[in-house]
């Protein structure tokens, strides 16, 4: 029975890696559809686009492994049904639970792995997702400088260049800063270039000239051979990454502290995401549970199990959808986050009824589908 069980094991795991496999390639292909701006609007390297990407996925993939679960076991449990191999088994002497056995088993694994990518690797990803997108964002270079457009960087502070080459060096620049009471100043140069001096970074121009109005209306013009502004004062504008829910440790999420006013006023929300957290991985396995009772759970049926497997998947689709529904309305309710789990354990608990519960045999006899 061991090596059947083994057997039935594998037969379910190459489907299953292959679902997660394709949905999160659309999962990819998503997520750089998205991130393409980072490529093209902010001018960074293939390394930082990649990175966002992969960051990106953790949280995916959760979300993944359900579905992925759900189209696996439909495609496995049928070929094996509809080639005689459950009947095999039946025939051995197993029972329908040792025959559905290997198959919870796969989804009790998923579902560990699903556990720690929610609880500890989503986090983790996200709060790096969070800072390079904040370093991306406070990308000097990308932010100030966009060849053929103004930018506006900070507050009163207008910046456009014709033109950037491969090494750095910025060609006709125009910057415009306003000082205050309808004053500013103009700087057009001929090329420039963003460095570091004592630790500090700096705008360099050369060859340019500086057009400023005195208080009495005089235009007060001055040609330089290099001119430097100091940009300490846009690195100290407000660029600290704030964290979402998404984006903290359970500890943070169960354990708010509510010496901060905003955790004071969201705790019903992060209690309702650590719930949330927890609950996940049950999909996984009502999602399993769900297959295995679309084929094994009637009869069988030489035409196939279409319309079974399109209620299944409606059912699928309404108990996620309701999760996600519950989740939201406990935010306000700490008190119903039970209610989260409650979703995926009644899926499971139709798919055992389906699977496990009392059917009458045509001479009106009462016995239990997990007999054989």
Same mark, same amino acid.
């Given at each position: 029975m061991? =090596?059947?069980?083994?057997?039935?094991?594998? #037969?379910? =795991?190459?489907?299953? =890696?292959?679902?997660?496999?394709?949905?999160?390639g659309v999962a990819i292909l998503s997520q750089s559809l998205s991130a393409l701006g980072v490529l093209v609007d902010q001018r960074q390297s293939l390394t930082v686009f990649a990175k966002i990407i992969v960051l990106a996925m953790p949280q995916l993939i959760v979300l993944i492994l359900p579905v992925a679960i759900l189209i696996a076991a439909l495609v496995a449990i049928n070929r094996l049904h509809t080639e005689q191999e459950i009947v095999i088994c039946y025939a051995a002497g197993m029972s329908r639970w040792q025959v559905v056995a290997?198959?919870?088993?796969?989804?009790?694994?998923?579902?560990?792995?699903?556990?720690?990518?929610t609880l500890w690797v989503q986090p983790w990803s996200y709060r790096a997702l969070r800072d390079t997108l904040e370093a991306v964002r406070t990308d000097l270079a990308a932010t100030m400088i966009r060849p053929g457009a103004f930018t506006h960087p900070a507050p009163g502070l207008t910046v456009y260049a014709q033109s950037v080459d491969d090494d750095g060096t910025i060609h006709n620049?125009?910057?415009?800063?306003?000082?205050?009471?309808?004053?500013?100043?103009?700087i057009t140069a001929r090329e420039g270039r963003l460095e570091k001096r004592g630790g500090a970074p700096v705008l360099v121009l050369r060859n340019g000239a500086n057009q400023e109005f005195s208080n009495v209306g005089v235009l007060n013009y001055l040609s330089f051979d290099e001119y430097v502004i100091d940009l300490?004062?846009?690195?100290?504008?407000?660029r600290t990454a704030r964290y979402k829910l998404s984006d903290?440790?359970?500890?943070?999420?169960?354990?708010?502290?509510?010496? #901060?006013a905003w955790e004071r006023a969201n705790i019903g929300k992060m209690?309702?995401?650590?719930?949330?957290?927890?609950?996940?991985?049950?999909?996984?396995?009502?999602?399993?549970?769900?297959?295995?009772?679309t084929v094994l759970g009637g009869p069988f049926r030489r035409q196939g199990y279409g319309l079974r497997i399109a209620v299944v998947a409606g059912v699928a689709i309404v108990a996620r959808a309701l999760g996600f529904a519950v989740q939201a309305a406990v935010g306000d309710h700490p008190a119903l986050n039970f209610? #989260?789990?409650?979703?995926?354990?009644?899926?499971?608990?139709?798919?055992?009824?389906?699977?496990?519960?009392?059917?009458?045999?045509?001479?009106?006899?009462?016995?239990?589908?997990?007999?054989?």
């Open positions: 061991k =090596l059947i069980g083994r057997y039935l094991f594998r #037969q379910m =795991l190459g489907p299953t =890696l292959l679902a997660t496999a394709a949905l999160s290997p198959a919870i088993r796969l989804a009790a694994i998923m579902a560990l792995i699903s556990l720690v990518i620049l125009f910057v415009n800063r306003d000082v205050g009471k309808g004053r500013g100043i103009t300490r004062p846009l690195m100290a504008l407000d903290r440790y359970p500890h943070e999420l169960f354990f708010p502290d509510t010496s #901060q209690l309702a995401e650590g719930h949330s957290r927890l609950a996940e991985p049950l999909y996984v396995i009502a999602f399993m549970a769900m297959a295995a009772a209610t #989260q789990y409650l979703v995926p354990v009644m899926a499971m608990a139709l798919a055992a009824l389906v699977l496990f519960g009392a059917r009458r045999t045509k001479r009106g006899r009462v016995v239990l589908r997990g007999a054989t």
